[in-house]
C-alpha cells in the first residue's frame, strides 16, 4: 500500500543520515521543505521532494493520494524521559502543593516517590498495565511515536520486576517503538534508612542480573543532593557498561553536585532535567557534547527554573525535549504543552523545537535509525498538522493541539 501526501506547505525535519545527535547550534536549521510532497509505502517513508519534482505514476493501483494543502507534515513526537507506569495519582499532595509546599518538602513528609512505590506495591500487573496502555493511547493520539518508559517506583528487586514485566506487555501490545530504562535507585526505601550505600549495593546485585535477564536497554538514577550521590552514580553507571548499558540520568534538577562531569566520564547516553547547570558543569558538556534532555513540563509544576536551553544550544550542546510523565513533578504526557513551554520559557525557536522534540528525542533513546526525522527508510510515523499560516502556530496556542492526525507505521491512528 503507497500513500501519497501533495501540497504539503512544510515538510519538517528533512535529514540525509542519522548522527548521534543534532548539534546545539545546528538545531535551528532542522530542515524544511516548502511545497513538498511524501511517499510512504508499507509503513515506511519511500521518497519526498518539492512539488514541482512530483513523480510520474505509472501504476495507480493500490496509490492513496491525500491532499495535505496548507499544512505541514512532521516525525512524530520521540518522547525520551516518562514514568508512564504508574499506580496512581498523587492529586492529594497537589492540594499540599497549592498550599506551598515544595516537592521536597512533600517527599520529607513521607509523599512523594515513597507514596508512589507504595501504590505500586499494591497495584495488579493487570491493572498497572492497562492504565498505561491508557495514557498511552492518548500520547499517540497528540503525536508521540516512540517513548521510554523508566522503572523507578518498585524500590525493591520484587516490586521493580514487576514494572519491567509491565513495560515489555505495554512493548508487546503497541506499535510504536519502546526503549526501557531501568531506574534502580530513585529514593531510598524507609527499609534502607541511612543505609544508602547498602542499598545501592543491594539493587546492582541482585535487581540488576535479573532485570538483565528479562531485558532492558538503559540505567537510571536520581542523583541529587538528599537522594543519590556521585559515588553512586559511578557505581551504577559502572555495573551497567559491564552489561554494555548506557545511562539516562536525572541529575542537576535541584543542586550541582558534580553530576555531570561524572555521568560524562562514564559515557552516559543523555543528561536529563538540568534545570541547574554551573561553569563547571557548561566546559564539561563542551568538552564532550552529549543530549541534555529539558524536561519543563516538571519546571511549569514543581516551579523550578528551566533547563537552559538556548545557553545550551548557544554553546553547541544538543538538547532534547521530553515529556518526564510522572504523578509527582509532571502529570502530564502531552507533548504539545512542552513543546510550548520549551518556545514560551525556553526561548527554543520552533525548528529548534522540533529537532529536541523528535531527532534529539530519538537519538536520547537510541533510536535514531528508525524515527526522528523525514529519512527515506525510516517508519513512517508521522503527524499532520491542521492548516496553519506558519510552523509557530503549532506551538503558540498552548495546551491545545493544532495536530489533525497522527499516522503510525503508515496507519492513520
Ligand atoms: O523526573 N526527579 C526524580 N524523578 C521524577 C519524579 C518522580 C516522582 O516524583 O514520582 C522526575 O521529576
Ligand atoms: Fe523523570
Known amino acids: 500500500m503507497k500513500i501519497l501526501f501533495k501540497n504539503i506547505k512544510g ?15 545546528e538545531m535551528k536549521n532542522f530542515r524544511l521543505l516548502h511545497d513538498a510532497y511524501l511517499a510512504i ?23 492513496e493520494i491525500i491532499d495535505a494543502e496548507g499544512k505541514f507534515l512532521l516525525p512524530t513526537w520521540c518522547d525520551s524521559h516518562t514514568h508512564t507506569v504508574f499506580a496512581n495519582s498523587r492529586a492529594l499532595e497537589f492540594e499540599d502543593k497549592i498550599n506551598g509546599l515544595t516537592y521536597q518538602e512533600i517527599a520529607q513528609r513521607g509523599g512523594g516517590i515513597l507514596h508512589s512505590a507504595k501504590a505500586m506495591a499494591a497495584k495488579s500487573e493487570d491493572d498497572l498495565l492497562q492504565d498505561a496502555l491508557n495514557r498511552i493511547h492518548r500520547m499517540i493520539l497528540n503525536g508521540t511515536g516512540a517513548l521510554e518508559i523508566k522503572t523507578g517506583y518498585g524500590l525493591d528487586v520484587e516490586n521493580e520486576l514487576k514494572m519491567l514485566r509491565v513495560i515489555h506487555r505495554i512493548r508487546e501490545q503497541v506499535n510504536i517503538p519502546i526503549k526501557i530504562t531501568l531506574l534502580l535507585a530513585h529514593a531510598l526505601p524507609e527499609k534502607f534508612k541511612n543505609r544508602m550505600d547498602e542499598y545501592v549495593e543491594y539493587m546492582i546485585h541482585e535487581l540488576l542480573p535479573q532485570a538483565h535477564e528479562i531485558g532492558f536497554d538503559f540505567v537510571d538514577l ?4 538528599d537522594y543519590f550521590q556521585v559515588t553512586h552514580l559511578k557505581r551504577i553507571l559502572g555495573a551497567a557498561q559491564s552489561l554494555n548499558k548506557k545511562g539516562k540520568v536525572h541529575l542537576n534538577q535541584f543542586y550541582s553536585i558534580g ?12 543528561l536529563d532535567h538540568v534545570e541547574v547547570l554551573d561553569d563547571n558543569d557548561l566546559l564539561a558538556l563542551q568538552q564532550q557534547p552529549t543530549i541534555v534532555t529539558a524536561l519543563p513540563g516538571c519546571s511549569l509544576f514543581t516551579k523550578i527554573p528551566y533547563t537552559p536551553a538556548r545557553k545550551l544550544m548557544d554553546h553547541n550542546i544538543p538538547v532534547a ?11 502530564n504526557g502531552n507533548m504539545n504543552v512542552i513543546n510550548s513551554l520549551a518556545c514560551i520559557q525556553m526561548q527554543m525557536n520552533p525548528q529548534e523545537v522540533c529537532a ?9 533513546m537510541e533510536l535514531q535509525h528508525e524515527v526522528g526525522s523525514i529519512t527515506i527508510g525510516k517508519r513512517a510515523n508521522l503527524l499532520i498538522t491542521e492548516p496553519l499560516e506558519h510552523l509557530s502556530e503549532l506551538f503558540y496556542y498552548f495546551g491545545e493541539s493544532r495536530i489533525e492526525s497522527v499516522w503510525i507505521n503508515g496507519v492513520q491512528q
Open 321 to 331: 525535549l521530553a515529556t518526564d510523565f510522572n504523578p509527582g513533578s509532571a502529570p
Open 222 to 225: 536520581f542523583c541529587e543532593r
Open 11 to 25: 515538510l519538517v525535519g528533512i535529514m540525509e543520515d542519522s548522527p548521534s545527535f543534532i548539534a546545539g547550534s
Open 259 to 270: 553530576g555531570i562531569p561524572a555521568a560524562l566520564s562514564m559515557g552516559a547516553l543523555s
Open 41 to 63: 509505502e508499507n509503513g515506511i517513508i519511500v521518497e519526498f521532494g518539492t512539488m514541482d519534482e512530483w513523480p510520474g505514476i505509472s501504476d495507480w493501483s493500490g496509490l
Open 356 to 364: 529536541a522534540a523528535c531527532y534529539n528525542g530519538a537519538a536520547a
